[in-house]
Nanobody, 124 residues
C-alpha cells in the first residue's frame, strides 16, 4: 500500500507564488514518475506537469509552462510543484499522482496512486 499526501495549498493574490509538496509513504516510489493534475470548479481534472523517475525529464501543460516547476527529492520521497506568477485561472484542487513505468504521462489513467488534493485559490 502506498499513500500520497499533498500540502502547501492556500489563498494567494494574482502574481504571487506557492509551493506544493507531495509526500509519499507506505512504499518506495523512487522508480515511479510523479505528476500533478488539477481540477477547477465545474471542469474536468487536467494534466499540469510530470517528472520522470530519475528526475532528468519534465513535461508541462502549455497553460503553466514557464511559470510552474516540478522537482523531486528522492531522499524525502517527495515531489514539489513551484508555482509562480499565479493567475486566477490557476484556482483548482491540485492532485499529485504516481505512475509505475517511471517515464511519466499526461494521461490520468496511467497513474495508479493519487493523493486527496490540496486547494489553491488565486484572487484577482
Amino acid at each position: 500500500q502506498g499513500q500520497l499526501v499533498e500540502s502547501g495549498g492556500g489563498l494567494v493574490q494574482a502574481g504571487g507564488s506557492l509551493r506544493l509538496a507531495c509526500a509519499a509513504s507506505g512504499r518506495d516510489f523512487s522508480d515511479y514518475a510523479r505528476g500533478w493534475f488539477r481540477q477547477a470548479p465545474g471542469k474536468e481534472r487536467e494534466f499540469v506537469a510530470y517528472i520522470t523517475w530519475r528526475g532528468r525529464s519534465t513535461y508541462y501543460a502549455d497553460s503553466v509552462k514557464g511559470r510552474f516547476t516540478i522537482s523531486r527529492d528522492h531522499a524525502k520521497n517527495t515531489v514539489y510543484l513551484q508555482m509562480n506568477s499565479l493567475k486566477p485561472e490557476d484556482t483548482a484542487i491540485y492532485y499529485c499522482a504516481a505512475e509505475s513505468s517511471g517515464l511519466g504521462s499526461g494521461a490520468q489513467s496511467d497513474y495508479g496512486y493519487w493523493g486527496q488534493g490540496t486547494q489553491v485559490t488565486v484572487s484577482s
